[in-house]
T-cell receptor
Framework: DADVTQTPRNRITKTGKRIMLECSQTKGHDRMYWYRQDPGLGLRLIYYSFDVKDINKGEISDGYSVSRQAQAKFSLSLESAIPNQTALYFC??????????????FGEGSRLTVL | AQSVTQLDSQVPVFEEAPVELRCNYSSSVSVYLFWYVQYPNQGLQLLLKYLSGSTLVKSINGFEAEFNKSQTSFHLRKPSVHISDTAEYFCAVSLKAAGNKLTFGGGTRVLVKP
């Protein structure tokens, strides 16, 4: 089983619908992240959380919200989806013991299409 | 704010030929540098990283990257590619004391042809 699991892996929805993408991890890491991948733009940080009580905005947080339900779970929500939120979304974790030099561990991604 | 530029969006290369993927970054403070690889339909995984010390870093599968502070570059090379190296490669930087918030380049797609 994957250490970082994302659900759903693929989702097609309509403009205006609420969508939740879920991430769970078995690595025991405190730090979790949500990134968005668009062709030619690489990955951009949406939100990150360094522990259960800590939530921080990334560079492109508008239109998104997150919930850190437990150390192992970090969900991303789109309250009212719009077509330009069509993208591949990645959850990632890292070990705070490795500081800023540590590795990020990624899930396999959730492909979201907003029609 | 820091930024990362990958100069080539796609690099076609024949099997057993060398490949170089270029990465330049800008930052007013010290950074850590990373290369991640994304194989088709998978998440990203760390290929190699530069933290300090020797400016040449190597991966277990034959890739190497050299940190050049004066040119603010971190180019990735492999002397002889395999079909299995077909993937997208991302250069990324992390500011020291910024908590693993990576800034990624736009990616370079490598297609290895037989």
């Amino acid at each position: 089983d994957a250490d970082v699991t994302q659900t759903p892996r693929n989702r097609i929805t309509k403009t205006g619908k609420r969508i939740m993408l879920e991430c769970s991890q078995t690595k025991g890491h405190d730090r979790m992240y949500w990134y968005r991948q668009d062709p030619g733009l690489g990955l951009r940080l949406i939100y990150y959380s360094f522990d259960v009580k800590d939530i921080n905005k990334g560079e492109i947080s508008d239109g998104y919200s997150v919930s850190r339900q437990a150390q192992a779970k970090f969900s991303l929500s789109l309250e009212s989806a719009i077509p330009n939120q069509t993208a591949l979304y990645f959850c990632a974790t890292s070990d705070p013991g490795t500081g800023e030099s540590g590795e990020l561990f990624f899930g396999e991604g959730s492909r979201l299409t907003v029609l | 704010a820091q930024s990362v530029t990958q100069l080539d969006s796609q690099v076609p290369v024949f099997e057993e030929a060398p490949v170089e993927l270029r990465c330049n970054y800008s930052s007013s403070v010290s950074v850590y540098l990373f290369w991640y690889v994304q194989y088709p339909n998978q998440g990203l995984q760390l290929l190699l990283k530069y933290l300090s010390g020797s400016t040449l870093v190597k991966s277990i599968n034959g890739f190497e990257a050299e940190f050049n502070k004066s040119q603010t570059s971190f180019h990735l090379r492999k002397p002889s590619v395999h079909i299995s190296d077909t993937a997208e490669y991302f250069c990324a930087v992390s500011l020291k004391a910024a908590g693993n918030k990576l800034t990624f380049g736009g990616g370079t797609r490598v297609l290895v042809k037989p």
